[in-house]
Nanobody, 123 residues
Framework: QVQLVESGGGLVQAGGSLRLSCAAS????????MDWHRQAPGKQRELVAR??????????DSVKGRFTISRDNAKNTKNTVYLQMNSLQVEDTAIYYC??????????????WGQGTQVTVSS
């Protein structure tokens, strides 16, 4: 079983910055991708950013140039992913969820979600 724990959400004024963290733990053999998704009230959940095991990143158009996804490569924290969010806009207000896709130590595939962290941007 793989657990994801997110942190770093909060309230910020438009134009400000926040950094989200997501730590994956459990019986992880390999992580294929780690993502950040978000869901605003009344809207569908959307993929915001993704980082592949090799380090390649992708972003939804609305956050390109403002958000950066990165992964900690240190031995003891290598299953931690970050989302640096700059120039935040009111439209970025949502619950942000971390997702991890990979293989467990038994080589069974897994896809796990975190509990979500609220990001609120005020005007």
């Amino acid at each position: 079983q793989v657990q994801l724990v997110e942190s770093g959400g909060g309230l910020v004024q438009a134009g400000g910055s926040l950094r989200l963290s997501c730590a994956a733990s459990g019986n992880i053999f390999m992580l294929n991708t780690m993502d950040w998704h978000r869901q605003a009230p009344g809207k569908q959940r959307e993929l915001v950013a993704r980082i592949f095991s090799g380090g390649t990143t992708t972003y939804t158009d609305s956050v390109k140039g403002r958000f950066t996804i990165s992964r900690d490569n240190a031995k003891n924290t290598k299953n931690t992913v970050y989302l640096q969010m700059n120039s935040l806009q009111v439209e970025d207000t949502a619950i942000y969820y971390c997702n991890a896709d990979g293989l467990s130590v038994s080589l069974s595939p897994f896809n796990s979600w975190g509990q979500g962290t609220q990001v609120t941007v005020s005007s």
